[in-house]
């Protein structure tokens, strides 16, 4: 190889190396930067986004989709809260476009808690015939583009179930339809054995 191909070589790898470096050395300060925002939920949605108190979810996992609606949804004052709109209202939109991405990352831990085997092998059914065609996998997977449901606490859970029961949290027309199935069929009893198949967080 002549001296000039060498010269020119070594100058197109340097560029290379040095524009891996930059993009490397961006992507480490977008995740520092998210997980620096992430932090802020810790207190509430534990470390890693899995959860420790009775009626708070876990978010680690949540689809990026859903983490961004649901924070803009809690911003507006569209999804009601206790503190969560209080709370959206310090992001912009860019923060909890970072901060989905991060959670979208992390990995989904059910939690483990007591409930009514029995119970909850009657809501594993009921789960089947109402609620699997938009919440697979007993509403674990991402894609689904919905909260998680298999592993959450069972208070969150209760809560949850009671603002759309009650008609204090909105949803969606296919959602209202297979709840009032559900209570047409089984009244509370089909929200009990739901709630304990979810709480089992089998799948």
């Known amino acids: 190889m002549k001296q000039q191909q060498r010269t020119s070589l070594k100058k197109w790898l340097g560029l290379v190396f040095a524009g891996s470096m930059m993009m490397s050395g961006h992507a480490y300060a977008q995740f520092d ?53 209080r709370i959206a209202k ?38 089947d015939r109402f609620c699997s065609k938009c919440h697979e996998d007993a ?8 909260g998680f449901l298999s592993g959450q606490m069972k208070p969150y ?17 296919k959602m209202k339809r297979a709840l009032d199935k559900l209570d047409k069929a089984y009244g509370d009893d089909g929200i009990t054995a739901l709630i304990e198949y979810y709480a089992s967080g089998e799948k």
């Open 90 to 127: 310090g992001y912009t939109d860019e923060d909890i476009e970072a901060m989905a991405g991060y959670f979208a990352n992390l990995e989904y831990v059910p939690v483990e808690q007591e409930h009514n085997d029995k119970v909850a092998k009657i809501g594993a059914k009921l789960h």
């Open 139 to 146: 509403g674990t997977l991402p894609g689904d583009d919905s």
């Open 33 to 85: 930067r998210a997980s620096m925002l992430a932090d802020s939920c810790v207190g509430c949605h534990g470390v890693d986004g899995i959860s420790s108190g009775p009626a708070i979810p876990s978010i680690a996992g949540m689809s990026e989709y859903y983490f961004k609606e649901s924070m803009k949804a809690y911003r507006s004052g569209e999804r009601p809260s206790t503190i969560m709109q």
């Open 157 to 173: 859970l209760q809560y949850s179930m009671d603002d759309f029961t009650s008609g204090h949290r909105d949803m969606e027309r």
